[in-house]
């Protein structure tokens, strides 16, 4: 059973940069696709990264491309994601998953393991 945690959260200012990352244990996601979702309170998850089961390929969503940029370390057991020129729509709770197949996975629904998130604030 893979568990997922979340960390780097914080408050900062518009035009800042962090960094989460999704730290697997009780097991390794080495050859799972792992994504990153945010969630406002009352609205649906929606997908903003996502990265395959060896890093050769990576998706965005149209709001964050340009700006965030996922990766892996397998040995590690870690998946960042690093988020620069952040603006307050980029507030939310942020959440990694993990799904055992091996591609991207662009829906909450077919990611099997997740994080607890972790909250994102960015103020003007």
């Known amino acids: 059973q893979v568990h997922l945690s979340e960390s780097g959260g914080g408050s900062v200012q518009a035009g800042d940069s962090l960094r989460l990352v999704c730290t697997a244990s009780g097991g390794t996601f080495r050859s799972f696709p792992v994504g990153w979702f945010r969630q406002l309170p009352g609205k649906e998850r929606e997908f903003v990264a996502g990265i395959n089961w060896n890093g050769g390929n990576t998706k965005y969503s149209d709001s964050v491309k340009g700006r965030f940029t996922i990766s892996r370390d397998d040995a590690k057991n870690t998946v960042d994601l690093q988020m620069n020129s952040l603006t307050p729509e980029d507030t939310a709770v942020y959440y990694c998953?993990?799904?055992?197949?091996?591609?991207?996975?662009?829906?909450?629904?077919?990611?099997?393991?997740w994080g607890q998130g972790t909250q994102v604030t960015v103020s003007s």
């Open positions: 998953a993990a799904a055992d197949s091996f591609e991207v996975l662009l829906r909450p629904g077919s990611y099997d393991y």
